[in-house]
């Protein structure tokens, strides 16, 4: 059916008589089905009656076309091979959708950020880093509500933030906010938000980075500052 490693261009169409000696418009259509099932294949007999135009159209076959009728076979042709470049182009968008699909499950999968997806304000999905940033696997996380998932000085802000989002559709600025431990605890976090589908349904899908050393950090250099300046002072008055 072609081969352009060998400099033969690929077939547009292929136009089978239904009976021949030792070969024949079945066989035909079996093989180019097996090679590419996009490759319009018409069937064209002198003979053969409904029935059998019938069984080749339930094996794949395109159009059927009598021998007494050959006036029908161009207007076939230039159909079918506009039906064609259809099929190949939906079938380019179908592939090109399942592989940005797959490609979203790995960064979704692997991301070393929490993911999650809530819809009406509940997680629908969550990757393994959130899991482990809040101390869980993420079926623990399913089915939980966002103020479930945030200490209660947080969560009614927090909730907030994710109806406005769904409210205007527009992602939010990046923020910071707590969520709560499964074990006891919080966790400071930058996040933000934006929106999603899930489902066919409105939804919002957040990362989540987990700071709670950059503030220790933070913290630690601002007790330190804190105390130079004590002792600058202290040494000044002395």
Request: aromatic letters at 4%; hydrophobic letters at 40%; charged letters at 30%.
């Given at each position: 059916l072609?081969?352009?490693?060998?400099?033969?261009?690929?077939?547009?169409?292929v136009?089978?008589?239904?009976?021949?000696?030792?070969?024949?418009?079945m066989e035909?259509?079996?093989?180019?089905?097996?090679?590419?099932?996009?490759?319009?294949l018409?069937v064209?007999?002198?003979?053969?009656?409904?029935?059998?135009?019938?069984?080749?159209?339930?094996?794949?076959a395109?159009?059927?076309?009598m021998?007494?009728?050959?006036?029908?076979?161009?207007?076939?042709?230039?159909?079918?091979?506009?039906?064609?470049?259809?099929?190949?182009?939906?079938r380019r968008?179908?592939?090109?959708?399942?592989e940005?699909?797959?490609?979203?499950?790995?960064?979704?999968?692997?991301?070393?950020?929490?993911?999650?997806?809530?819809?009406?304000?509940?997680?629908?999905l969550?990757?393994p880093?959130?899991?482990?940033?809040?101390g869980?696997?993420?079926?623990?996380?399913?089915?939980?509500?966002?103020?479930?998932?945030?200490?209660?000085?947080?969560a009614?802000?927090?909730?907030?933030?994710l109806?406005?989002?769904i409210?205007?559709?527009?992602?939010?600025?990046?923020?910071?906010s707590k969520?709560?431990?499964?074990?006891?605890?919080?966790?400071d976090?930058?996040?933000?938000?934006a929106?999603?589908t899930?489902?066919?349904r409105?939804?919002?899908?957040?990362?989540?980075?987990?700071?709670?050393?950059?503030?220790?950090?933070?913290?630690?250099?601002?007790?330190?500052?804190?105390?130079?300046?004590?002792?600058?002072?202290?040494?000044?008055?002395?």
């Open positions: 072609g081969d352009p490693a060998q400099g033969l261009p690929p077939w547009d169409v136009i089978a008589d239904y009976r021949m000696p030792g070969f024949g418009g035909a259509l079996e093989i180019v089905r097996r090679r590419d099932p996009d490759l319009p018409i064209v007999s002198g003979s053969a009656g409904e029935e059998l135009a019938v069984e080749a159209m339930r094996a794949g395109q159009d059927y076309v021998k007494d009728r050959l006036s029908r076979l161009a207007p076939a042709v230039e159909r079918e091979l506009r039906d064609a470049e259809v099929r190949r182009q939906r968008a179908e592939e090109a959708l399942r940005s699909e797959e490609r979203y499950r790995q960064l979704f999968e692997h991301s070393p950020d929490g993911i999650a997806v809530l819809c009406d304000g509940i997680v629908v969550c990757n880093a959130l899991a482990r940033m809040l869980g696997v993420p079926g623990d996380l399913i089915g939980k509500t966002i103020e479930e998932l945030a200490p209660a000085s947080e009614e802000e927090l909730a907030g933030r109806r406005e989002v409210r205007w559709g527009q992602p939010t600025a990046v923020f910071e969520l709560a431990r499964s074990g006891g605890g919080t966790v976090v930058q996040l933000v938000a929106p999603t899930h489902l066919g409105p939804a919002v899908q957040i990362v989540v980075r987990d700071i709670t050393d950059y503030r220790r950090m933070q913290e630690q250099l601002l007790r330190s500052q804190r105390m130079e300046a004590i002792g600058t002072l202290t040494g000044g008055i002395a």
